[in-house]
Nanobody, 127 residues
Framework: EVQLVESGGGLVQAGGSLRLSCAAS????????IAWFRQAPGKEREGVAY????????DYEDSVKGRFTVSSDDAKNTAYLQMNSLKPEDTAVYYC????????????????????WGQGTQVTVSS
């Protein structure tokens, strides 16, 4: 059984930083891509960052480029999302998701491309 557990969310002032973690179990981490999605109140869930665990290839949604960095640690079966220069519009529930793509490409960036999901962690950025 695949399990993903996010942590690291919280309340931060605009301009601040947070690092989210996604601990995975039940998968061979190297065979998977990890994605970070977020959902703000009243909005659809959107993908913000993606990483191939095997190749370390990454991709980002335009609004977070230069501010967010996604990484993974295969030894710990954990992915991270470092979020800097946070803005109030980054406020959302952040989810990590996993899909079995040993050689992931940005073509696979939809919710339906990832079949295992964490429970989400709240990130609130105050102005």
């Amino acid at each position: 059984e695949v399990q993903l557990v996010e942590s690291g969310g919280g309340l931060v002032q605009a301009g601040g930083s947070l690092r989210l973690s996604c601990a995975a179990s039940g998968i061979t981490f190297d065979d998977y891509a990890i994605a970070w999605f977020r959902q703000a109140p009243g909005k659809e869930r959107e993908g913000v960052a993606y990483i191939s665990s095997r190749t370390s290839r990454t991709d980002y949604e335009d609004s977070v480029k230069g501010r967010f960095t996604v990484s993974s640690d295969d030894a710990k079966n954990t992915a991270y999302l470092q979020m800097n220069s946070l803005k109030p519009e980054d406020t959302a529930v952040y989810y990590c998701a996993a899909g079995r793509y040993p050689y992931w490409s940005p073509t696979y960036n939809r919710e339906s491309d990832f079949d295992s999901w964490g429970q989400g962690t709240q990130v609130t950025v105050s102005s």
